[in-house]
């Protein structure tokens, strides 16, 4: 496949590419995947949320005594059938939950853009839906970030109190470890997230945190890829704290490479990094940070996963690959994400 121009090319194209970011409740599951969303725009990338696949309101859940995580508060046979839809090119009647009142609306027209972000606590959770997703990330705040981020999401823009959140998450938690972590076998990346080691402050007041990027091997890559970083501009620009370090670690019986960041980069350390991508791919432009800012480990850990994504949509595009290839190819075994 010529790559041009990629962007025309997957505009153009009748292949409808899914990612699926799975994660409980709060885990910071948009942010890792605004990168794609930046790159590509609006035209081309739509996200769905797995809540309006809810099967049972807010109150309807409180009067059975069940969480959403349950599978059976779901419907998941509905959205098999709306993925297969959108993966085929045609428009849906999505359902529609809304988070402020715990109630449903009335289903909306949905039309599948050519990239598609399915989000939400369950996405890896059948057979079906597995083979309709082409790439999967499974985002692993540590407890004490999630408890905080969760706080602050549901008191601002729920009206939730502090108390009844922290009730809320005592009583979702046996759930959550039973359905939802689990699914961090079947995931390609595993985000992990956890307060700065320069200092909770840090990670509170400016968005730093210790982020660990976990992949699965590519098994195809796209040629002379060169994802550096400006060791000079390190050296001679940057006035905060940062760290990297690369180990491999065992998730879901499978081996991974691990890269955590933490800390702040100068953007022109990372200027390189952004023009490769753009070289190797043709999309351009990439400039998620304005000249003379501060690039966050989380900023990087979303720099390289486009990256990855990108790179997996090229291949899909130069040789296509069936659902049921897709799902004989997903992993299976033991998983440590969510167990601390």
């Avoid at 790559?3 to 409980?24: H, L, M, N, P």
């Avoid at 419907?75 to 993966?87: A, S």
């Avoid at 980069?265 to 990094?273: E, F, G, I, Y």
Wanted: aromatic share 8%; glycine share 8%; charged share 30%.
């Amino acid at each position: 496949m010529s790559r041009s121009d990629f962007k025309r090319v997957i505009a153009e194209s009748s292949y409808v590419f899914i990612i699926g970011v799975a994660g409980d409740s709060g885990s910071g599951k948009t942010t890792f995947t605004r990168a794609i969303r930046e790159i590509f725009g609006e035209d081309l990338v739509s996200t769905i949320t797995i809540d309006d696949y809810h099967r049972y309101d807010r109150r309807e859940r409180k009067e059975l005594g069940i969480t959403p995580l349950v599978p059976e508060a779901n419907r998941f046979d509905l959205l098999e059938e709306h993925l297969g839809d959108l993966k085929a090119g045609r428009t849906i009647q999505k359902p529609v939950y809304n988070h402020d009142n715990g109630k449903f609306e009335p289903p909306v027209p949905f039309k599948p853009t050519k990239i598609l972000i399915l989000e939400g606590l369950h996405p890896f959770i059948t057979p079906k839906m597995r083979a309709l997703i082409d790439f999967k990330l499974y985002v692993d705040p540590d407890p004490d970030v999630k408890r905080a981020w969760k706080i602050k999401r549901d008191v601002e823009r729920r009206g939730y109190s502090p108390e009844a959140v922290l009730r809320e998450m005592t009583e979702r938690k046996p759930d959550f470890e039973q359905y939802v972590a689990p699914q961090c076998r079947f995931a390609d990346a595993v985000i992990r997230i956890a307060f700065s080691k320069y200092g909770r402050e840090a990670s509170e007041k400016r968005n730093v945190y210790h982020v660990t990027l976990c992949q699965s091997k590519l098994e195809k890559s796209i040629r002379d890829v060169d994802l550096s970083i400006d060791l000079f501009g390190l050296l001679s620009l940057s006035q905060r704290d940062f760290m990297v370090e690369f180990t491999v670690e065992e998730i879901g019986g499978r081996a991974m490479g691990a890269l955590t960041f933490d800390g702040e980069l100068n953007d022109a350390v990372v200027k390189k990094l952004e023009k490769n991508i753009e070289i190797q791919t043709q999309v351009r432009p990439i400039d998620l940070v304005e000249s003379g800012a501060y690039l966050t480990a989380g900023d990087m850990a979303q720099l390289i996963l486009a990256w990855r994504i990108v790179n997996r949509r090229i291949f899909i595009e130069s040789t296509p690959v069936t659902a049921g290839e897709q799902a004989a190819s997903t992993g299976n075994g033991g998983c440590e994400c969510g167990r601390r």
